[in-house]
């Protein structure tokens, strides 16, 4: 069957087209032909169709091959252009394939134009192929994700795809003017010069990775393959960014390395209890179980691993091991058959949370010892009182009127048990002097001496060179009185009490375990007994509120809750030692103090009233009584009232004038402060001298802040009272 091909002739005679046309059938070709001879006539069939070969005169009247090349040229077209003239010398064919014609014979000679065309078809072919191939190699250099470049072994880029310009930043002309080791990091450019002297060797590069520079400074991790060409001393390679995947790799790292660096313990183990990884903090934790990796957890953290694992959802659990507590994190990992466990150590958190606890206990049993040393403290006052007025009346008894001495001693006594009992709960006034420990404990002695009797024999170790402390002298004998009084108690059968003082700096780690304690020297007040001792159940409780060891009636727990926070307050601490049948041991800590002098102020002399009226609030009637009839000896008059409204309704009397009330701040109904506030509204001219069974508390001080001149605590001394109310009358 004839091969279908498409001829365009360029000829001004039709006859020897005739004859070319009818050569090429006898070929075995069927050829579809036009005949041109002019310029337009072969533009037009040039625009028209495509064609397989031209076959071409050289000579024409109004035309010519030179001519026809320029115009098939001019469109870019690879179209097989061949030569049939009847007469061309060598010359002229000569420059006819330099014009870019593929071949020329004689019209004499047609037998070579079957082969001619048949080659030209051929290798026209060829040559759309390479151009497609080479059309396809650009396309992918230009379009490839991959960093595509060519070098020469001067270490030049010779040509470089756009991947470089997106990776690295430098634009395509930059790139050219570089070395790759221009780009290296400094700390690459040895083994970049290595890798490059490779390639000159005729060697393969594979996953050569190095650091390149950026045009904005920074630098990008690249990985090369690449393959030299020895004879064009030129190298192909092929280049990946991964500096994403080098930074995901540092995270994979770090995290593989998370566990060895993590501070808690963490562990990996099977269902049957075998400890399949453990990092290094997790080493304590095996020491207290006797094992290490490669051993075996204990059964109740198995069963609870097992237990965990067959829920498929993480559980915690809380277990003591060894004397420590730690809470535990069991997370089940079902694909692979083990459970990790990750632990924490929290028996310190525990420790704070039993102190808060014991804050929160202290706390409510405050506010009860509060309330209770107010209404005490109002018994006492009227004690002194009636001490007072009674002495008054025996003053030629010389015995009786000791025994008064005796008496408001006791009372006095009392004020500071209730001022302990206010300390504790941080409702009484802390009077700071400068104190002599060594003579507290004298006195303390004096009297558990008389209390202890034989059965207890007293040892003292005082140091003569101790520091003084700022104190309440009350409160501090009230302490180590205390103490020793449970020491006693402690040695039914008898024993040595030792009693010693020294100065002593707590350390850091004791200070932080009782966080009220001032930094710096304090003195140490140590009580030992050679008694019963506790156990470690008990010395974690003594502390605590109505906690108490004695049997019933011999005593109600609050004892050593008063001397820790009194200890507190004064900025101290408390450290026990104790083992049971070998006695305890209390150290007590008192910030130390660079005076060196004692304050101790005389007793106020009674000074006598001028006939004024003074007006008692109280709803205490035994307070009002005592006050009432001790002022009124002084020389005043004394109205009472028992509540703020009965007062203010005294004071509307027209008839009534009063120089000065003396106010009590804790009343049922309306208190002390509100009515201190509408008698300053109504009778902004009489002075107020308020008065209560607690310290300087809110009430006390919003009164003093809105104009009340003065403030005394029950019970109070009647000679201070006396000073008081002189003092505001002539002053105001």
């Not at 790139?175 to 290595?194: F, G, N, V």
């Not at 026990?576 to 130390?592: C, D, M, N, R």
């Amino acid at each position: 069957m004839p091969t279908p091909l498409k001829v365009l002739i360029v000829e001004d005679s039709p006859d020897d087209a005739v004859l070319m046309l009818r050569e090429l059938k006898r070929g075995g070709y069927d050829p579809d032909h036009e005949r041109v001879d002019t310029p337009e006539g072969m533009a037009a069939a040039l625009d028209g169709r495509q064609w397989d070969v031209i076959l071409s005169d050289y000579a024409l009247p109004s035309f010519s091959a030179p001519k026809a090349l320029e115009c098939l040229h001019g469109r870019r077209l690879d179209i097989p252009f061949i030569i049939v003239s009847g007469s061309i010398g060598e010359e002229i064919a000569v420059e006819a394939m330099k014009a870019g014609a593929h071949d020329y014979f004689s019209k004499d000679n047609l037998v070579r134009l079957v082969p001619a065309v048949e080659r030209e078809i051929r290798q026209a072919a060829e040559r759309r192929e390479r151009r497609r191939i080479a059309t396809e190699r650009d396309r992918i250099f230009s379009l490839s994700t991959d960093m595509l470049c060519i070098a020469g072994f001067d270490g030049y880029f010779k040509q470089v795809n756009p991947a470089f310009t997106r990776t690295l930043g430098w634009l395509r002309e930059e790139m050219l003017q570089k070395r790759l080791a221009d780009l290296a990091h400094p700390d690459d450019r040895e083994a970049t010069a290595a890798a490059e002297e490779r390639l000159r060797r005729g060697e393969a590069l594979f996953l050569f990775e190095n650091r390149c520079r950026c045009r904005d400074g920074t630098y990008r991790w690249i990985s090369w393959n690449a393959i030299s060409f020895p004879r064009d001393a030129l190298v192909i390679a092929v280049a990946r960014d991964m500096t994403s995947k080098k930074a995901d790799e540092e995270k994979i790292r770090l995290l593989a390395k998370f566990p060895d660096e993590n501070p808690r313990p963490v562990l990996r183990v099977s269902l049957d209890g075998d400890i399949l990884y453990a990092n290094p903090a997790a080493r304590p934790l095996l020491d207290a179980w006797g094992t290490a990796a490669g051993g075996h957890i204990p059964d109740d953290w198995r069963d609870f691993a097992r237990e965990t694992f067959q829920g498929g959802a993480t559980l915690v659990r809380e277990s003591m091991v060894g004397n420590r507590s730690f809470t535990a994190t069991f997370t089940p990992i079902v694909d692979a058959a083990y459970v990790n466990i990750y632990a924490a150590d929290v028996t310190e958190h525990r420790r704070i949370e039993q102190q808060l606890l014991q804050l929160q206990k202290l706390e409510a049993v405050g506010t009860l010892a509060g309330g209770l040393a107010h209404d005490f403290n109002n018994i006492l006052s009227g004690i002194i009182g009636y001490i007072t007025l009674v002495r008054s009346r025996v003053a030629r008894d010389g015995e009786a009127r000791a025994d008064l001495d005796t008496m408001e001693k006791l009372a006095w006594r009392g004020s500071d048990l209730t001022n302990s009992l206010l300390a504790f709960a941080r409702k009484s006034e802390y009077h700071p002097d400068v104190l002599d420990i060594n003579k507290v404990v004298e006195e303390v002695l004096k009297v558990v001496g008389r209390t202890a009797g034989g059965r207890v024999k007293m040892e003292n170790g005082l140091d003569p060179g101790l520091p003084r402390v700022l104190g309440d002298k009350g409160q501090c004998h009230q302490v180590i009185m205390n103490l020793c009084l449970n020491a006693c108690d402690a040695m039914p059968e008898g024993g040595t009490l030792s009693i010693r003082t020294s100065a002593a700096t707590p350390s850091g780690e004791f200070r932080r375990t009782h966080p009220r304690m001032k930094a710096g020297p304090h003195v140490r007040v140590s009580i030992a007994d050679t008694g019963i001792g506790m156990d470690r159940e008990t010395l974690d409780r003594i502390f605590e509120p109505f906690f108490t060891t004695k049997t019933m009636g011999r005593g109600r727990g609050l004892g050593l809750s008063m001397v820790s926070g009194i200890v507190e307050r004064h900025g101290g601490g408390i450290d026990v030692e104790s083992e049971q049948g070998k006695g305890s041991t209390f150290h007590i800590f008192l910030p130390a103090t660079a005076e060196s002098e004692e304050r101790e102020e005389p007793r106020p002399a009674v000074i006598l009233g001028g006939g004024e009226t003074i007006m008692v609030v109280d709803d205490d009637p035994t307070f009002r009584d005592v006050a009432g009839r001790y002022l009124g000896g002084l020389g005043y008059t004394v109205l009472e009232a028992t509540s703020g409204e009965e007062a203010l309704a005294l004071l509307r009397e027209g008839g009534r004038k009063t120089d000065l009330i003396l106010l009590d701040m804790l009343m049922p109904k309306e208190g002390g402060a509100e009515t201190y506030l509408k008698m300053k509204r109504e009778f902004p001219d009489v002075p107020v001298i308020i008065c209560t069974g607690f310290s300087l508390d809110y009430n006390c001080r919003r009164a003093l802040d809105e104009g009340a001149v003065d403030f005394i605590q029950k019970p109070f001394d009647p000679g201070v009272l006396s000073l008081k109310i002189r003092s505001v009358l002539e002053n105001r």
